[in-house]
């Protein structure tokens, strides 16, 4: 089961972004998966470090991008970046220590904050690459 479904509403019009994208999807539904059917903690929490990492790395393609081609947006697109790597990674931290659990309000805000943010801010800059001959 999967708590998001791809399709191309998401798409941004740009190759790696959308598998990368597809790939954030993909990690969301591995872990609503664990979580959803009662997995170890253990398990759910390399999967949160795979998000977390993989996450990362997506936000620092865009980021080279955006610099690259000097995107207008870029330093408020960031600080969206910035704001949930900052509110995962205090998660995370929570989770290590036994103050937290991986549970379906942190994967609902997860899809919520990907999908808007996609939808949203992201599709933003589809255009204006685009025009740079980024597709």
Excluded: C
């Excluded at 089961?1 to 972004?17: E, G, P």
């Excluded at 977390?52 to 870029?74: D, K, S, V, W």
């Excluded at 995370?92 to 103050?99: E, M």
């Amino acid at each position: 089961m999967s708590l998001i479904k791809w399709d191309t509403n998401y798409s941004v019009k740009i190759k790696i972004i959308d598998n990368q994208h597809q790939n954030l999807v993909a990690l969301i539904n591995q872990l609503y998966d664990g979580v959803s059917q009662g997995k170890g903690s253990e398990s759910a929490g390399k999967t949160l470090d795979e998000l977390i990492n993989y996450t990362r790395t997506h936000f620092a393609y865009e980021e080279q991008l955006f610099r690259i081609h000097g995107y207008p947006e870029y330093l408020a697109h960031k600080a969206e970046h910035d704001a949930l790597t900052e509110k995962v990674l205090d998660f995370q931290s929570q989770f290590r220590a036994g103050k937290a659990t991986l549970a379906l309000p942190l994967l609902s805000f997860l899809k919520d904050w990907l999908t808007n943010h996609i939808q949203g801010t992201d599709k933003r800059y589809s255009n204006f690459l685009n025009t740079k001959g980024v597709f």
